[in-house]
């Protein structure tokens, strides 16, 4: 993953599996957008404020097939505001390669 843009680029093509795990901060929203080459492929979202003493937790994790090359990023829409601890880190994403493309079933390769 390049640390300035937050983008990762990648590496082998195969089936991997992406999390996202947000923290709300005081009263703030969370709209969240993994994207894949810059088409969102899940969002996740949070306001509800009222029952949850200012702060909420949310997550959504997704697979996708890919390309070498593809390029996956998370996207955090204007006022989004996220909380996080330095020993206790409340905000999260992470990536798995599950499987690698020459690895996967025939009737799991997707043709463009």
Do not use: W
Not at 49 to 64: C, E, I, P
Not at 92 to 107: A, T
């Amino acid at each position: 993953m390049d640390p300035r843009s937050g983008i990762f680029t990648v590496p082998i093509a195969g089936c991997y599996m992406f999390s996202i795990h947000v923290c709300t901060h005081d009263m703030k929203k969370a709209l969240v957008a993994l994207r894949r080459n810059g088409v969102e492929v899940a969002t996740v979202f949070d306001q509800n404020h009222v029952d949850n003493h200012k702060n909420s937790m949310a997550g959504q994790s997704v697979l996708m097939e890919l390309a070498a090359g593809d390029r996956v990023q998370v996207y955090l829409y204007t006022f989004t505001g996220l909380h996080d601890k330095p020993g206790n880190h409340l905000t999260q994403f992470m990536g798995v390669l599950l499987r690698p493309m020459e690895n996967l079933p025939e009737s799991a390769i997707q043709t463009k």
